[in-house]
């Protein structure tokens, strides 16, 4: 899966939110610790995170890796089909930035990925195929230890400001405590329920996904957005929505009201 390369779009993207001073971060962090008060479903959590990515961080793309039972990272979100083949081409080949955060517990950055086909030979060249051009891998950590991570996917090369780096940093602290939502020694089950439940989400995600393209007849990128902007309008739990989609309960034309 690959589409045209666009050097420029990176930038226009991170240059849009080179102006956002950190005098604004803390309204920002305000307005996402609001959204994540009231039990929020892991959908909307790992939605939450991508929205930040592609908006106040600038990303062209991101992605999420979570643990599995198992101690395998596994692609718990994605903000599109071209992330989420980015993503899952990380966990086949068990190389990349967000493998290395996850096995280190601190942030993996590549301002520039055609310098590092010889530190990850399969997943660098694939990811400029895919026209991303820079990556950087932030740790999601659950008493010290990494349980998964945060990749931000840029089209052109980028290196974070500090301010970005922290605020990525706080956000992804931020989503792990939504997703455990316990105290104690349950904290690291509750993870793991949460991962668990969220990849059958994804698969039920993609599963809606295809039934609205097919009826619609409609490309899987449109299907998406379509899903996902009614699941927001309607204030309805996107895994609601999904399940409806696939069970049939929900007309896919309804989507497009």
Not at 75 to 80: E, F, G, L, R, T
Not at 110 to 130: N, Q, V
Request: hydrophobic letters at 45%; a negative charge; aromatic letters at 4%.
């Amino acid at each position: 899966m690959t589409h045209p390369t666009d050097e420029n779009a990176g930038s226009r993207a991170t240059d849009r939110h080179v102006g956002l001073l950190p005098a604004d971060v803390p309204a920002a962090l305000a307005a996402i610790t609001s959204r994540l008060v009231g039990n929020p479903d892991n959908a909307a959590v790992l939605r939450l995170i991508t929205e930040v990515g592609t908006g106040l961080l600038g990303a062209r793309g991101t992605g999420v890796l979570l643990k599995d039972p198992r101690g395998e990272p596994a692609v718990v979100s994605a903000s599109d089909e071209a992330a989420q083949f980015v993503e899952l081409l990380q966990t086949e080949l068990r190389q990349g930035p967000c493998v290395d955060c996850i096995a280190t517990a601190a942030v993996v950055a590549a301002p520039d990925l055609t310098r590092e086909r010889d530190r990850w030979p399969g997943f660098a060249s694939a990811a400029l195929a895919a026209g991303y051009r820079a990556v950087v891998a932030v740790p999601l950590k659950l008493d010290g230890e990494a349980v998964g991570g945060f990749n931000l996917l840029f089209a052109a090369p980028t290196e974070l400001q500090p301010w970005q780096s922290a605020l990525a940093q706080v956000v992804s602290d931020l989503a792990v405590l939504a997703l455990v939502q316990e105290t104690g020694t349950r904290r690291s089950d509750r993870l793991f329920e949460a991962t668990l439940a969220s990849l059958n989400d994804r698969v039920q995600h993609s599963q809606a996904v295809g039934v609205v393209a097919g009826t619609l007849g409609t490309d899987p990128e449109t299907a998406r957005s379509l899903v996902n902007g009614y699941a927001a309008r309607h204030d309805r739990p996107l895994r609601e929505v999904t399940r409806a989609l696939v069970d049939r309960t929900l007309d896919p034309a309804d989507l497009a009201g």
